[in-house]
């Protein structure tokens, strides 16, 4: 996997079938976040995540600009909007990173907490970083024309049935556990379809929603512009659909819109939020989940389960990984 991972990126140029060599560093997020988990500390969680994601990639074979990041931070040398990030040699390429999307979920003990990475051609990624929510639809190919974020939630559920076959009270929707969205949770129910509130993580939701078999079979509400973009890239790896539409919530983001000639109202599809057909999508687990299994102990040797797909092949690879801790002594 390796030399053939080489050689694609030497011929192409880009960062594509990386996948295996991009998810070492989701590994390291969840492994360095693993001894947090439960304790409470989610700025332990996260903090040990971001580090060590920071360090896996400066040893993987990119010229990667972080697109979607911790936000433009001066101080702290983490991983912010606008920083360099990979070897630095191999393809340039725009990276969007979520060392831990479910850190409260982590820190709590929770099941869904994952670290996820996109890497995409230089220049793919819509910037998200000045508007934080994204109102969002995510579900699976047959969605593709006919449903629609701008449509009332009741339609866009009975022509998801229809599509699918079923009567509405067959579809589950998933939606973030959150006060703004009890109208939607009553509007949703009001159809007859089920509601599967999630307590944070709606990546892990959107990636759910598109993949057949997950249980769960739409994703709507408003979550974090960043998580859009990263389910966004995982849709553009997986098949199905993923519709964002940017949710100012103050004059400066508003003004930031503006500045960048992006209409209100506008819905972007998967393609908008990550063009290019180089999209390389990775996930490790944190905390046992839908999607993944979180870090465990065999006999002392961490394991790890990881999702990595990209757009060219359109493979996905589960990867189950030892990390044996050598001892330097013993080599
Ligand atoms: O908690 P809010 O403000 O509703 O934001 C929702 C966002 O937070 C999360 O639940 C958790 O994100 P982090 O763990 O990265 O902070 C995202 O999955 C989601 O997009
Ligand atoms: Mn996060
Ligand atoms: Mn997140």
């Given at each position: 996997?390796?030399?053939?991972?080489?050689?694609?990126?030497?011929?192409?140029?880009?960062?594509?079938?990386?996948?295996?060599?991009?998810?070492?560093?989701?590994?390291?997020a969840?492994?360095?976040?693993?001894?947090?988990?439960?304790?409470?500390?989610?700025?332990?969680?996260?903090?040990?995540?971001?580090?060590?994601?920071?360090?896996?990639?400066?040893?993987?074979?990119?010229?990667?600009?972080?697109?979607?990041?911790?936000?433009?931070?001066?101080?702290?040398?983490?991983?912010?909007?606008?920083?360099?990030?990979?070897?630095?040699?191999?393809?340039?390429?725009?990276?969007?990173?979520?060392?831990?999307?479910?850190?409260?979920?982590?820190?709590?003990?929770?099941?869904?907490?994952?670290?996820?990475?996109?890497?995409?051609?230089?220049?793919?990624?819509?910037?998200?970083?000045?508007?934080?929510?994204?109102?969002?639809?995510?579900?699976?190919?047959?969605?593709?024309?006919?449903?629609?974020?701008?449509?009332?939630?009741?339609?866009?559920?009975?022509?998801?049935?229809?599509?699918?076959g079923?009567?509405?009270?067959?579809?589950?929707?998933?939606?973030?556990?959150?006060?703004?969205?009890?109208?939607?949770?009553?509007?949703?129910?009001?159809?007859?379809?089920?509601?599967?509130?999630?307590?944070?993580?709606?990546?892990?939701?959107?990636?759910?929603?598109?993949?057949?078999?997950?249980?769960v079979?739409?994703?709507?509400?408003?979550?974090g512009?960043?998580e859009?973009?990263?389910?966004?890239?995982?849709?553009?790896?997986?098949?199905?659909?993923?519709?964002?539409?940017?949710?100012?919530q103050?004059?400066?983001?508003?003004?930031?819109?503006?500045?960048?000639?992006y209409?209100?109202?506008?819905?972007?599809?998967?393609r908008?939020?990550?063009?290019?057909?180089?999209?390389?999508?990775?996930?490790t687990?944190v905390?046992?989940?839908?999607?993944?299994?979180?870090?465990?102990?065999?006999?002392?040797?961490?394991?790890?389960?990881?999702?990595?797909?990209?757009?060219?092949?359109?493979?996905?690879?589960?990867?189950?990984?030892?990390?044996?801790?050598?001892?330097?002594?013993?080599?």
């Open positions: 996997m390796t030399a053939s991972t080489q050689e694609q990126t030497d011929t192409d140029g880009l960062a594509v079938g990386a996948g295996v060599d991009l998810a070492a560093s989701t590994q390291a969840a492994l360095a976040a693993s001894p947090w988990v439960g304790r409470g500390d989610k700025n332990a969680v996260d903090g040990a995540a971001v580090s060590a994601m920071r360090r896996a990639l400066a040893g993987i074979r990119i010229d990667g600009t972080v697109v979607i990041g911790e936000g433009e931070k001066d101080d702290a040398p983490m991983l912010f909007t606008g920083e360099r990030v990979g070897s630095g040699d191999g393809a340039a390429c725009d990276v969007a990173v979520d060392p831990i999307d479910g850190t409260r979920l982590a820190a709590l003990g929770l099941g869904n907490a994952i670290s996820a990475l996109a890497v995409a051609e230089r220049g793919a990624m819509f910037d998200a970083s000045s508007v934080f929510y994204m109102e969002k639809l995510a579900a699976g190919p047959a969605a593709a024309g006919i449903l629609d974020l701008r449509l009332p939630v009741r339609e866009n559920v009975f022509r998801l049935a229809e599509v699918l079923r009567d509405p009270d067959g579809i589950c929707v998933a939606v973030l556990d959150r006060p703004r969205h009890d109208d939607l949770v009553t509007e949703i129910r009001a159809t007859g379809a089920r509601v599967r509130l999630l307590p944070d993580g709606d990546v892990a939701a959107a990636i759910a929603a598109v993949d057949a078999g997950s249980g079979d739409l994703m709507l509400g408003s979550g512009s960043p859009g973009v990263l389910a966004a890239a995982a849709v553009r790896c997986f098949g199905g659909i993923f519709q964002g539409r940017l949710w100012p103050s004059d400066a983001e508003r003004a930031w819109m503006g500045d960048r000639g209409e209100s109202g506008r819905v972007l599809s998967a908008d939020l990550v063009a290019g057909d180089d999209v390389v999508f990775v996930a687990g905390t046992d989940g839908s999607l993944l299994r979180g870090v465990r102990s065999e006999l002392g040797v961490p394991v790890t389960h990881s999702l990595v797909a990209d757009t060219r092949t359109g493979m996905r690879h589960l990867v189950e990984t030892r990390h044996p801790q050598r001892d330097p002594g013993t080599g």
